[in-house]
């Protein structure tokens, strides 16, 4: 199983701040094909999962530029810049390179 | 546009089968490079991804779950299915479907997700 280790659990953060989140995985995530399949979701209260970035740097259609996603191999990172009240919820990091799996999440909130 | 909608039996006990239907528009599942996972999530804690279907048939599972799940669609009803069968307490969560489209483009549509509680 490749795991997902999340940092931090949690993150305080000042609106209008800048928030880092971390995705660090027990195997590389490259793919055969050359292609890195990471992932990163926003689950807001009450809601369900949504797709923020996926092979890890790609933007989801109607995904602010405030969201990068960076990283290769095994580390990644999603920052979050200018941080807005509607940012706040559960990140998830995912890899589909492997037999899917998924981060054990950061909550971002509000400090 | 694109929606999902799970649905299930709410309430079942342990030992007993699970049967899990998506029901979906705004897409085909005949359509070259569309799929259609599912994922849970035990009440307050993160997200498990479960299995995958795909436009040709493919199909793919958790190994930790896999001899107890079946995925299947109905391409011309609009619908994924899941079935979990020998259940118990662990299985108790919401159930997502949500919509692939080319495999590593990440699961773009979710529906609400549906509860299932799994209890004697």
């Known amino acids: 199983d490749v795991v997902l280790t999340q940092t931090p659990v949690a993150q305080p953060v000042t609106l209008g701040d800048q928030a880092s989140i971390s995705c660090r995985s027990s195997?590389?995530?490259?793919?055969?094909?050359?292609?890195?399949?990471l992932e990163w979701y926003l689950q807001k209260p009450g809601q369900s999962p949504q797709l923020l970035i996926y092979?890890?740097?790609n933007r989801f259609s109607g995904v602010p530029d405030r969201f990068i996603g960076s990283g290769s191999g095994s580390d990644f990172t999603l920052k979050i810049s200018r941080v807005e009240p509607e940012d706040l919820g559960v990140y998830y990091c995912f890899q589909a390179t492997h037999d899917p799996t998924f981060g054990s999440g950061t909550k971002l909130e509000i400090k | 546009q694109v929606t999902l909608k799970e649905s299930g039996p709410g309430i079942l006990q342990p030992s007993q089968t699970l049967s899990l239907t998506c029901t979906f528009s705004?897409?085909?599942?005949?359509?070259?490079?569309?799929?259609v996972g599912w994922i849970r999530q035990p009440s307050g804690k993160g997200l498990e991804w479960l299995a995958n279907i795909w436009w040709d048939d493919d199909k793919y599972y958790n190994p930790s779950l896999k001899n107890r799940l079946t995925i299947s669609k109905d391409t011309s009803n609009n619908q994924a299915f899941l079935k979990i069968t020998n259940v118990d307490t662990a299985d108790t969560a919401t159930y997502y479907c949500a919509r692939i489209y080319y495999s590593g483009d990440g699961f773009d549509y979710w529906g609400q997700g549906v509860m299932v509680t799994v209890s004697s």
């Open positions: 195997q590389s995530l490259v793919h055969s094909n050359g292609n890195t399949y």
């Open positions: 705004g897409f085909s599942l005949s359509t070259y490079g569309m799929g």
């Open positions: 092979k890890v740097s």
